[in-house]
Structure formats: C-alpha cells, structure tokens
C-alpha cells in the first residue's frame, strides 16, 4: 500500500471517497497477505470491506460537516481536547482505529492453526501500535502545541532525552538519575556473608528481639535484580518479612560477564540454589529451612528441591511460590516466540557458550506491552520533552542482567518448548533423574489475575505438580504491581479459596475476593511454619560466614 499516496487520515485528497476507502480497504487485506504470507478467505473479505466503507463514510461526514469526530477519550492516547477540538486530528485518530479494528478482524479470519494465527496477531498488534498517530510529532496535535507554547523548547528537550537514552542503550521509563542502589532502593539493612561466582548470600538485620528458629531463604529471579523484593522501605517484601519476626536470607545473583559464559542450568541448581540452601542451613543451625521463589528463582527453586529430593535430603519446611511456572503448558503471549527453529537457533548461538544480553531480554518484555513501556515514554520523552517521573519499579525493570547462554537455552528447551520438568524422569539435572512429584511439603502459589508473563491459570497448575498441603492465592494487578503489593497501601485485593479443585475456573468460582493485600494472609501461613521463637542472632553469619561487605552487595550494583 502507498501510504503516501492516502496519508496517515487514509483518504487520498481529491479523490471519489467511496472509492478511495474501498480502495484503502482492499489495500489493507493485501498489506496483511503481505506481512504473513497467508491468503484470506474470499467469502470474509466483502463484508469486511462493506462495514469499513459504511464506518469510514461517517468519520469522513463528520470531519467535513464540522461535527466532532474525535474518537472516545476511552483510549487515553487521544483522550486531549487539542485531538478532539481539531477536526483534521480527530479525522486522523478515528481513522487510524478503524484501520487498527480492520487489521485485527482480517487477520481473526486468516484459517492457519492457532499458533500461526496467534503469531499474526501479535505480528499485527505490533504494527498497529507502532503507527499510532500519537507517535508522531507531525500527527500529534498536543506535541505540537506544547512546541509553539514552549517556543520549541520541548522539541529540545525531546532531542536531549532521545541523544541520552541513545548512550545509555534503552528507553527511558523513569528518572534514573533519581535512584541509586543502595542509597534508596535496595536499602533494607544486611550484610553478605558469603559468596561464589554466582551469587551473593545477604542475610538481613532482625526488627525484632525474637525470630522464627526456622530461616527463610528468598531465591528471585536471575533475569533480574534481586531488590524488587526490597525497593524501598514502604513496599519491601523484604522489610516486611524481618519484621513478621523472620529471619531472612537473600539471593543476589551475579550479574554474568563474558567469564560465565559457559555456565549451565545444573551449575545455577547446584552452585547457586542448593549451595544458598546448604549455607542458610549451616548459618542458622537448622536442618530445615523455609523457602521462596519469585518467577524464574520458583522454578530454579522446586527444581533444586527435587535434586535434593532424589538424594534422601529435604532441607525445605515450606515453598512459597510467587507467580512461578513448573507446568509449561500455557506459557501464555511468550509461546508465540518459542518453537523448534527458534530454539535450535539460540541453542546454535549461545549453547556452548556466551552471554544473553539482558537489554535483549528487557526490550522483548517491554514490547508485550508496547503502548504501556514503548510508546508511552517516546511520546512523552521525545515529542513532548518530559522528563519521566520517579518510579522505583520502573527503575528497577530498567536495571537488566545477562544470562549464561548455555543455562538459558537449556531452560529454553526443557520448559518452553519441550515442558519437560513435569514429566518425572523425562530430564537429568545435576546427576539426578528430576520428578517434582518427591517435593513433597507445604506450599503456598501466589499468582496475579493479570499477568501477561506468567498466566494465573498455569501458576494455578503447580497444584497439580506438586504432592504436599497447598494454599493457593490470587492477586489483582500484573506479574510485579500484583506481587509488591504493602499492606500500609490498601490497594487492590485478592482471592482466597481453601479447596483446590482440579481446575483454575473452577477454583476462582469458588473464591472469595478481600480487600487490601495478600502479604499478611502469606505471613499468617508461615508463622506456624517458622518453629518456636528465639532470640535473634546479636551478628550475622558466623564465624564461618564472617561479613563480606554491608548489603546490597556489590553483585547487584554491576550493570548489563
């Protein structure tokens, strides 16, 4: 299609307009043949085409008449009076989400199987949000009337903000300059009390004179840093952990050099979780530990417990699983990404050895959202000059790491592609043939009603793994506001439901919804999992564990 030719509004000036729509409709069918290679049926085409003659007709008689013909304020990225006070704006608007809906209903109808039409609908969403008129300053109204009251200032300040993220290799979501690590995230009090090539051991300071006997051993995700569980004292999972009265150890992991770059997953199993857990134990001087995983670090977890399970050992009290996949099954939006050929070819690039980027990962994360984490911040940064405000998790989605490549390309495979972890025997992980079925204790599966990264339904799937007493939780908001959610704030609300039937539906049918946090309803199933109350340790570690440096640790202060 020659998009010169009918401009962004998608009507070529001085032609018969009955004409020109359905020219621009047809024109869209052969665009989405082109981008997928797919042929539609014939029998869908004409009413498509008829509905897009009839919608576009009213949007052009609006803008010719004078009438308002701004779309609904509902889509935020129109929702200025400068697109609904100016005709030729609101012409503009309206026609691109007619374009969008004609995209999106030609390829529903592409007759592939579910995964390829998937694909093309992804492929096109893409597109779709990418040629707003909102993302560009010749189209957006608002920016250009910010230019002429700013003198042009914002289009300076939109240059400086673009040549900066530029050097700094990403997109700029928030203040960066505002947040240090150490200074005002990550700031709860601890120290590191040992170390490897791997990952760094933080035990924090107690708030309370006494603490549960049993410890708990917090293992994130290697993907990212760890003090998303300990932004800043107000929503810390961490700070609110330690002053429930426990004694709580964390997992920072290495942020990997080129010098890691033949890790694999057994060597994060072995040398990472289970040696955590071997040191948390000997520190604390019990033979059973509590322990979570958030995301990736619940899968490296369960993982490292069925080893452990395979070799008569059980050093686990308790799993707390935060929205984390054992069950591959439905791995949601990220399933469209994963076949063989694709897998083969990381395999083929990284499998013997190397680094995934973790800029890589970040911006494939950032694009599952695209108006949200994309095209929200170049409009605002560059078209409007703004600067992003303060934001801790922001910041902290924005401080990406690198992954071994043969550590990922193994999970690749063995989850995504091949959901071998649930099937017992099928994989061999550090010598063991692995069966979860022997994790064998009390769990508590938290998940978030709306997450796009790990789909509430497959987190509720670990019920079906796992053998032992479950509890399972459901939270409002996404994969990370769902999960770091204080009490102190109020907001949002969760689901609980005490049977567990065999499917996720069934279960929500039955739940009931509470206001506020699920954090104390988590607390309140741990405590009778901690043992008695002590004293709390006078000193960190011990005279085998002597302080390395304060916390956070130097670990999590290397940038990707």
């Given amino acids: 299609m020659n998009k010169g030719a009918t401009g962004w509004g998608g009507v070529a000036p001085g032609m018969d307009f009955a004409q020109s729509a359905q020219q621009l409709a047809q024109g869209w069918t052969e665009a989405l043949k082109g981008m997928t290679g ?73 007759q592939a199987d579910e995964k390829t039409r998937q694909r093309i609908r992804f492929a096109v969403q893409q597109w779709i949000d990418a040629s707003s008129p909102a993302n560009y300053l010749a189209l957006n109204p608002e920016a250009q009337r910010k ?49 490897n090539a791997l990952f760094q051991l933080i035990e924090y300071k107690p708030l309370t004179a006494k603490v549960h006997e049993r410890p708990l051993l917090i293992v994130p995700p290697c993907i990212n840093k760890f003090y998303i569980m300990d932004l800043q004292p107000e929503n810390s999972l961490v700070r609110y952990a330690v002053s429930q009265g426990h004694r709580v150890f964390m997992l920072s992991w290495v942020n990997a050099d080129e010098s890691l770059g033949d890790k694999t997953w057994d060597d994060y199993i072995e040398h990472a979780v289970i040696r955590a857990i071997r040191e948390v134990q ?18 490296l977890l369960a ?62 994360f950032s694009f599952l959202r695209p108006n949200d ?8 940064n560059y078209l409007k000059g703004e600067t992003p405000p303060p934001f801790d998790l922001l910041y902290w989605n924005s401080d990406s790491t690198n992954l071994p490549g043969p550590m990922y390309c193994w999970y690749l495979r063995h989850t ?80 609980i439901n005490s049977r567990l039937p065999k499917t996720a539906d069934a279960w929500f049918e039955g739940a009931t919804e509470h206001p506020g ?40 202060k290397a940038k990707a």
């Avoid at 797919?38 to 009438?67: F, M, R």
């Avoid at 309206?94 to 969008?100: P, V």
């Avoid at 935060?322 to 469209?336: A, E, I, P």
């Avoid at 002590?534 to 999590?556: C, F, L, M, S, W």
Wanted: some cysteine; hydrophobic content about 40%.
């Fill in 38 to 110: 797919v042929q539609l049926p014939a029998d869908a085409l004409p009413a498509l085409q008829s509905s897009y003659l009839s919608e576009a007709a009213a949007l052009w008689n609006q803008a010719t008449q004078g009438a308002d013909g701004a779309p609904p304020p509902a889509d935020r990225r129109f929702a200025a009076k400068d697109w609904m006070s100016n005709p030729a704006a609101a012409f503009t608007a309206g026609m691109y989400m007619l374009n969008a809906r004609t995209l999106l209903q030609l390829a529903d109808q592409v």
């Fill in 147 to 195: 230019a002429i009251e700013t003198q042009g200032e914002s289009i300076t300040q939109g240059l400086q903000h673009l040549w900066h993220d530029v050097r700094q290799g990403h997109l700029s979501q928030t203040d960066e300059s505002l947040f240090e690590v150490g200074r005002n995230v990550a700031t709860t009090e601890g120290s590191v009390v040992f170390e």
């Fill in 517 to 556: 946090s699920w954090w104390p309803a988590w607390t309140d199933w741990l405590k009778p999992l901690g043992g008695k109350l002590v004293p709390a340790p006078k000193a960190p570690g011990d005279r085998n564990h002597k302080i390395i440096e304060p916390a956070p640790g130097r670990y999590v």
């Fill in 303 to 364: 993982t490292a417990l069925a080893v452990l399970a395979a070799r008569g050992e059980h050093p686990s009290a308790s799993l707390t699983m935060l929205t984390s996949f054992l069950d591959f099954s439905d791995t949601g939006v990220l399933d469209l990404f994963v076949d063989e050929q694709m897998v083969s070819m990381r395999e083929m690039a990284l499998g013997q050895g190397g680094l995934l980027k973790g800029k890589e990962l970040a911006a494939t």
């Fill in 282 to 299: 000997a520190i604390s001087k019990q033979e059973q530990i509590n322990t979570l995983g958030f995301c990736i670090g619940g899968t």
């Fill in 373 to 380: 984490l994309v095209w929200n911040y170049v409009v605002g």
């Fill in 416 to 495: 995504y592609l091949e959901n071998n972890l649930i099937k017992p025997g099928k994989v061999t992980v550090c010598g063991e043939p692995l069966d979860l079925r022997k994790v064998n204790l009390p769990t508590f599966i938290y998940a978030s009603r709306e997450d796009h990264i790990v789909p509430w339904q497959s987190a509720y799937a670990t019920v079906e793994v796992l053998p032992g007493k479950k509890q399972f939780v459901l939270g409002a908001s996404g994969h990370i506001a769902g999960v770091i959610n204080p009490p102190t704030k109020n907001k949002r609300s969760h689901w």
